[in-house]
């Protein structure tokens, strides 16, 4: 468990993150989305100890941050923003390196080396050198790096960044089957990977979080009106009109006549759904209805309107 | 302890898994052997005085120079971030990464021991403690250096920046008892002191007298704590 609470970095004069409080269950796994410079990476870098909190408290499975840094670092397995890679070496040298460090050697350490090459599709290139690996490899190889002792925590700070499609898919799996167990803590700036990959979602803007839930609970929280498309055969302007006397929640937006079809573009509050008295009174009137479809606000124009306006609060 | 040997056996593996190490060793044993054999049967002389001057100019150049990428290549590629993650102290980080650059010293050293051989087979009257005795000196200047280097080193994410601080810092350390005339009276016993080449010399003539042993030791161990120092501060910034 990851528990935060009123956490604060500073750069000199530059206030970087800004007195943020969240709680990360085992066995969940978290996105931390946000744009570039909103404050992500500083705060992985702190709950990894890396960098020291300028105030406030962290707490990794009861264990504080500033007194039981190593206690936590054992805990914890990281990837870095940018996977840094000690190019020179062999793949299976610089698991050895690190897994000494954590005091894995021996046999330990060959059924370590055997796990995370099996869960990370390492098979074909641990006697090579790292510098000959490509992108894709280089990126598991990293990730396999942060697992080699098993760590009950996973914090990976942008993992799928400069991939090519079939990589991130590869590498999303491999995350969502480690989340099963593990307590995964992943930043991104792209929605859609965080979308497809967490349980819950940590919106960060300049420093601040914004917002804080499953993106079921975002969408119904920040959700704002509902876009209704149509296209009505037999209808024309002053029927619509007619609608709009008739059902005052909706808005009516626009009209366009091609072909004889009417595309007509209503809008409604998300709590009232007026389509199936829309439906009622084109069949009294006698209208097909060819189409009909809300458009409902997505997650992407969520996270667009919390990251660049930053005054919506949850 | 452990830890210690961890970083000591990457970093080793980094040198020679790099051409780094070899390049290091070859124009080591070169430049000194060049010097030494270019003299050493003029002057029909039983020693190796000409070799241990030559190796300390020679380090001059050569320890910053391997010492220059122990840490701050780490800043400069990101796995400082790795390392610092790691349930690892500042203190072994540093201790392993002195003493891989340090061994590397000493292999070097080593391979000039082919001169004493040459010596041994020619000479008459070798005086094996003198010979000792300037060994451990260069040893020992090599271990300070060493310690300067990884120094300079850590300030910086920029290699090249590290060797130019690292020679800077080494020569200035170099040339302190050649600017004694320069220097007030009161004050030359104590900038004599901090000159590295009057305690070199001290112990190439065969006195190995505590002083400058502690010299050298506090020295290393000077700069391998202003090296944890900065590398700790930084994570508060």
């Known amino acids: ?314 | 302890m452990l830890n210690i040997r961890m970083v000591f056996r990457r970093e080793m593996l980094g040198f020679f898994n790099s051409p780094m190490a070899y390049i290091f060793l070859v124009i080591f044993a070169v430049v000194n052997g060049y010097f030494f054999t270019n003299t050493f049967f003029l002057f029909g002389q039983s020693d190796l005085r000409t070799l241990f001057d030559i190796v300390p100019l020679v380090y001059l150049f050569f320890i910053p120079a391997i010492s220059m990428g122990l840490i701050a290549r780490e800043n400069n590629i990101g796995t400082m971030e790795i390392i610092s993650t790691l349930p690892l102290n500042t203190y072994e980080f540093v201790m392993g990464k002195f003493l891989a650059g340090f061994s590397l010293i000493l292999l070097g050293l080593a391979a000039t021991s082919i001169h004493f051989f040459t010596l041994m087979a020619v000479g008459t009257n070798v005086d094996i403690g003198a010979i000792f005795s300037g060994y451990l000196g260069l040893a020992l200047m090599g271990a300070t250096f060493t310690a300067i280097g990884v120094y300079s080193s850590s300030v910086t994410e920029n290699q090249v920046v590290a060797f130019i601080i690292g020679v800077f810092v080494v020569l200035v350390f170099y040339m302190l008892d050649k600017t004694l005339i320069f220097v007030p009276h009161s004050l030359a016993g104590l900038v004599q002191f901090l000159a590295v080449d009057y305690h070199l010399s001290n112990i190439s003539r065969g006195v190995i007298d505590s002083r400058n042993l502690v010299y050298f030791f506090s020295m290393i161990g000077f700069f391998i704590f202003l090296t944890i120092q900065t590398l700790e501060v930084r994570r508060w910034k």
């Open chain 1, 1 to 314: 468990m990851i528990k935060v609470t009123d956490l604060s970095k500073d750069y000199g004069p530059v206030e970087a993150v800004k007195s943020i409080s969240f709680e990360i269950q085992d066995g969940e796994i978290v996105g931390f989305l946000g744009a570039n410079g909103a404050g992500k990476t500083t705060t992985l870098k702190m709950i990894t100890g890396y960098l020291v909190p300028t105030e406030g408290k962290i707490e990794v499975n009861d264990l504080n941050i500033i007194d039981d840094t190593h206690e936590i670092q054992k805990q914890i397995g990281y990837l870095p923003e940018l996977n840094p890679l000690y190019t020179e070496m062999r793949v299976y040298e610089y698991f050895e390196f690190l897994a000494g460090i954590r005091n894995i050697t021996g046999r330990p350490f060959k059924d370590a080396l055997a796990r995370v090459v099996e869960n990370c599709g390492l098979n074909g290139v641990i006697h090579k050198n790292i510098s000959e690996c490509s992108k894709g490899y280089k990126q598991r190889i990293g990730l396999a790096a942060a697992m080699i002792h098993d760590p009950k925590i996973l914090i990976l700070d942008e993992p799928v960044t400069g991939l090519d499609p079939n990589q991130i898919v590869e590498i999303r799996g491999l995350i969502k089957k480690l989340g099963k167990e593990k307590l995964v803590f992943m930043s991104s700036h792209i929605l859609q990977e965080i979308q497809a990959t967490v349980d819950r979602i940590m919106i960060i803007h300049e420093g601040e979080i914004v917002a804080n839930g499953t993106s079921d609970e975002l969408m119904s929280n920040f959700m704002g009106n509902v876009l209704l498309n149509m296209e009505i055969k037999g209808g024309g302007v002053e029927s619509i009109e007619h609608i709009q006397a008739k059902l005052p929640s909706v808005k009516f937006i626009s009209m366009e006549d091609l072909n004889g079809i009417q595309h007509v573009q209503f809008e409604y509050d998300k709590g009232q759904d007026p389509r199936e008295e829309l439906f009622r009174y084109a069949v009294d009137n006698n209208w097909s209805i060819l189409k009909m479809t809300p458009h409902t606000t997505n997650l992407e124009d969520i996270f667009r309107d919390l990251t660049t306006e930053g005054d919506i609060n949850a």
